[in-house]
Nanobody, 125 residues
Framework: QVQLVESGGGLVQAWGSLRHSCAAS????????IGWFRQLPGKEREFVAA????????NYADSAKGRFTISRDNTKNTVYLQMNSLKPEDTANYYC??????????????????WGQGTQVTVSS
């Protein structure tokens, strides 16, 4: 089992940048594919980005392509989401999630077994 803690949210102006971190507890972090999702009030949680266990494969939602970058440092048990050129519509609660050990990366929310508590991002226009 793995526990996830997000950090790095906050208030930023449009076209600004933020970097989220998702720190994991426990050993064998490199055996977990990690995804980032976001949720607006009253809406379903949606996929943002995901990264494979080694970091060699990355997937992005269309809304994130060209603006967001997911990366990981397995020596620090941490995954990052760099968000640039932020827009007001990026305002949401952002969650990181881990798939069960040794599972392939996926964009589907049902594939993730462990979730962080979420961190709020607010982008002002």
């Amino acid at each position: 089992q793995v526990q996830l803690v997000e950090s790095g949210g906050g208030l930023v102006q449009a076209w600004g940048s933020l970097r989220h971190s998702c720190a994991a507890s426990g050993r064998a972090f490199s055996t977990y594919a990690i995804g980032w999702f976001r949720q607006l009030p009253g809406k379903e949680r949606e996929f943002v980005a995901a990264i494979s266990r080694s970091g060699g494969k990355r997937n992005y939602a269309d809304s994130a392509k060209g603006r967001f970058t997911i990366s990981r440092d397995n020596t620090k048990n941490t995954v990052y989401l760099q968000m640039n050129s932020l827009k007001p519509e990026d305002t949401a609660n952002y969650y990181c999630a881990a798939r069960a050990a040794l599972s392939a990366v996926t964009i589907f929310i049902v594939g993730y077994d462990y979730w962080g508590q979420g961190t709020q991002v607010t982008v002002s226009s």
